[in-house]
């Protein structure tokens, strides 16, 4: 899987044993290749106009494409990449197959994600070079969050709380390290103020005001910082699965297409991507690695709710955090509130 996964960002193909060979159309060096068919996702292809709508219902689900000549590497951009679709318009006709390989196809289309690119491939290519071989089973057992361990920890001093500690956290096979920050001092006496915060660059380095990111990051802080002073202690878990889990290029993708009037849910959709695609049974995980079974969760969001109710950590309270808007993130609060169904006001 780290192979396979590798691979891809450096346009490596992969193989899968219906699929057989599978190329990154973003990333290939095979920049020589064609192929009669593509591997697109559903939502890309209804807005190419391909898919039924059955298959469009279920927005990344797999759609294979054919045209009527053999696609060309320019071609396949051209249809893999929504930022093209204004100055590209695409020639055509092309028609959508039906897929023998079902699994293996939904399979290539999350490693792309995983990969950070963009989810399109071009179906058994004439000229591809040597391809990682991979399954549906890699992908299942790299998803585990049992292979998560603690890697180590130490005291680490913040503005919010001097008696602070960083916990960091491995997989074998995956380079994305996550970590936990416990404000105060841990104690079995307290349910922890928990918040699951994942990453956001642009939010939580940069002072981006698209989204509200870096304001939640430092308020969490702070609450954890006034719980422990009142004796309770806070953990912040620091989540490696930066825009919901399409990685900053394809973020930044989707801000582009946010800029052409599309919002945080249909850029995703343009994207062929998930609108939400992070994992939160690993977050549950890393709680149990630290010994915590009850929390008081700080967040909007009702899936991180039922997403670590269903991995048996117990809700003590869910506690409200919304902050104020401000112009260039109040549509992207309203449709987190509308279409993400945050409870937000
Ligand atoms: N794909 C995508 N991701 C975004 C966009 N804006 C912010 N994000 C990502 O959304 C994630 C927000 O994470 P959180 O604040 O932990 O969670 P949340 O779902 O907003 O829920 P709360 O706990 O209520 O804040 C981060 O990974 C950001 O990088 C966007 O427009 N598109
Ligand atoms: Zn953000």
Request: glycine share 6%; hydrophobic share 45%; net charge negative.
């Amino acid at each position: 899987m780290a192979q396979a996964i590798d691979g891809l960002r450096h346009g490596w193909p992969i193989a899968l044993a219906k699929a057989g060979t599978l190329l990154p159309i973003e990333t290939t060096l095979a920049r020589e290749a064609t192929a009669d068919r593509l591997l697109i996702s559903a939502a890309r292809a209804a807005t190419l106009k391909l898919a039924n709508q059955l298959e469009a219902a279920v927005p990344h689900s797999p759609v294979m494409i054919r045209g009527a000549e053999p696609f060309d590497l320019d071609l396949a951009t051209a249809v893999a990449d929504p930022a093209l679709d204004l100055k590209h318009p695409l020639k055509g006709p092309f028609k959508a197959e039906p897929i023998a390989w079902e699994s293996d196809a939904a399979t290539a289309l999350e490693l792309a994600r995983i990969a950070g690119i963009l989810p399109a491939f071009m179906v058994a290519p004439d000229a591809a070079g040597e391809a990682q071989s991979v399954s549906p089973d890699d992908l299942s057992a790299w998803e585990d969050p049992a292979a998560l361990h603690i890697a180590t920890r130490a005291q680490l001093p913040i503005a919010a709380r001097e008696d602070s500690e960083i916990v960091v956290f491995r997989k074998p096979d995956d380079m994305r390290e996550h970590c936990a920050l416990i404000v105060g001092r841990q104690s079995a006496d307290a349910i922890p103020l928990v918040r699951l915060h994942s990453e956001c660059l642009t939010g939580d380095i940069l002072g981006s005001l698209k989204c509200d990111c870096g304001p939640q990051l430092d308020a969490a802080l702070a609450r954890m910082a006034a719980e422990a002073e009142n004796g309770g202690y806070g953990v912040l878990l620091y989540m490696r699965q930066e825009g919901r889990g399409i990685g900053l290029v394809n973020k930044m993708r989707a801000y582009r297409l946010q800029d052409q009037g599309f919002d945080t849910v249909e850029a995703n959709e343009r994207l062929g991507l998930p609108d939400e695609s992070r994992d939160f049974t690993t977050a549950a995980r890393m709680l149990r690695l630290l010994g915590i079974g009850e929390v008081r969760l700080l967040t909007n969001n009702t899936r991180k709710v039922a997403a670590l109710e269903e991995e048996k950590i117990s809700i003590a309270e869910r506690v409200a955090h919304a902050l104020p808007a401000n112009p260039f993130n109040q549509r992207y609060l309203d449709t987190k509130r509308d279409r993400a169904g945050h409870l937000l006001p």
